[in-house]
């Protein structure tokens, strides 16, 4: 047994509203320099639809991701070193610029400079690529409330594979929205596929990061991500992805995604995992079955002989704390309610997802009968295939038996609090039928209804020992600026990348600090005061300036 610990991540589709704050904070924090206007780390897909960039899940096209040969051994699907060698200055499976969308923005200098006339004056969109004047096609969320609409399900992927029979009833069953990060799996197809070693795994906790200095901008990792969540930098040449906010996370503060989500859709926690079983649970031969060699191939923190292997293996003790109290694994591994995106692919990912239960429960509302009843809610299941079929297409490799005991402990649990909260008499039976206990079912309606910010995101702060390599790797990685840390010299387009800045883990925990605080924080030697902290009572030193004498001005 070789134990590791690995940050992850658990969505509540149910609570997502698609109002994208998680994107915009995300693009405000990492993607806001040129050359990657088009990048979206965290996106919000409305599905049925094509995705970001359009039909990624189309593997038969964009080979992503990995397969089993005849003997059981895992290969890319986009070739080994020997093909890749052969294409390497001419890799003909990349999305291209219309497959995500043209970045744009406004003539707003006509609008502020144009002199009175009888007409108002248009503020054309301009591309960011050409500076021309352009035409609008396409977005990161295009499709946002269209979901089946015929028009842009003729294009979803899974539709496809779903038949059309489904395709054309499927329009009128549900929407709902699918927020996606970069899933930083356990056996990523990114980081197999760079030439240079770019790409690699955290030792810690096991996030998947670019080294800027590393990489040479061969994009092959772009082609090896069957999620398409590795972007490409024209500016300076290099990869770009999603850091799951590592130095954030090294303070014991969450993703800004999480941060921000207005829904609190999502949990983040640390999962224990045996290093030595994921390219056995990657060859998993069946495809239906890699969700269930997945969940059980992470370790129960609780079991002593994993507690002992951990204490040999370096991982620290308040480490193994956080994975028994981790939301993600009892989401995932006690009330098993969580299921991974497309395991099918192989890369064993870290981002799992609650599928919805509302469509099914909208459904039944709109006949008439009373929503909330168990038995109701269980033969709505059982009519409704359609959902549950294309569910299982994104989350159980086209097996609806793990989707549809999902949603039964999901209405099981809707039913017997209602009871409960109406003042009626509880009923175990209902926790019976879906193999739960009642108090199971009372503390994961606890853990995904009354969630405090505490209680869903269990994240152990990096130690001190530790500060030294992090900070290391903080200036490897770091995408925080226009030309920053690890981005030095001239790229490939002759742009210079500018001077190394360390990113310091203090600043982090100056930060996680200030957010914090329960009464204003002035920052030190700074003579400031952080406003986000301040109640509006009283003056706070550094609020206002000082005289001579040490009052404040007024």
Known sequence: MKPMAQMAMVMNLDKCIGCHTCSVTCKQTWTNRAGVEYVWFNNVETRPGQGYPRTYEDQARWRGGWSVDRKGRLKLRGGGRMRKLFTIFDNPILPELSDYYEPWTYDYETLTTAPVQKHTPVARPKSLITGQDTKITWSANWDDNLGGAPELTQGDPLLKQVGDKVKFEFDRTFMFYLPRICEHCLNPACAASCPSG??????????????????????????????????????????????????????????????????????????????????????????????????????????????????????????????????????????????????????????????????????????????????????????????????????????????????????????????????????????????????????????????????????????????????ELATDCSLDYDGGPGMTGSGPFGESSGPLTPVAVENFRMLQERQTADTGAAIEGAGRVNLLNWDGRGAPDGLMPQTNGGRHRK
């Open 198 to 471: 770019a790409i690699y795994k955290r030792a810690e906790d096991g996030i998947v990061l670019v080294d800027q200095d590393k990489c040479r901008g061969w994009r092959m990792c772009v082609s090896g991500c069957p999620y398409k969540k590795v972007f490409f930098n024209h500016r300076t040449g290099k990869a770009e992805k999603c850091t799951f906010c590592f130095p954030r996370l090294e303070v014991g503060l969450p993703t800004v995604c999480a941060e921000t989500c207005v829904g609190r859709l999502r949990y983040i926690g640390l999962m224990l995992y045996d290093a030595d079983t994921v390219s056995e649970v990657a060859a998993t031969p069946n495809e239906k079955d890699l969700y269930a060699a997945q969940r059980d191939a992470f370790l129960d923190p609780f079991d002593p002989d994993v507690i002992a292997a951990c204490e040999r293996a370096g991982i620290p003790r308040d480490w193994v704390q956080a994975a028994q109290n981790s939301p993600v694994y009892a989401l995932i591994r006690k009330y098993r309610v969580a299921l991974p995106l497309h395991p099918e692919y192989r890369t064993v990912p870290m981002v799992w997802y609650i599928p919805p239960l509302s469509p099914v429960v909208d459904s039944l509302r709109n006949t008439g009968h009373d929503a909330e009843d168990h038995g109701n809610l269980f033969a709505a299941i059982e009519a409704l295939r359609i959902p549950i079929e294309y569910l299982a297409e994104l989350f159980s490799a086209g097996d609806p038996a793990p989707v549809d005991a999902v949603l039964r402990r999901l209405a099981a649990m809707r039913s017997y609090m209602r009871d409960l909260n109406l003042g009626r008499e509880a009923r175990p039976e209902i926790a019976a039928k879906v193999g739960m206990s009642e108090e199971d079912l009372y503390d994961m309606y606890r853990l995904l209804a009354l969630a405090k910010y505490e209680d869903r995101y269990v994240i152990p702060p990096a130690h001190a020992e530790q500060a030294h390599g992090l900070e």
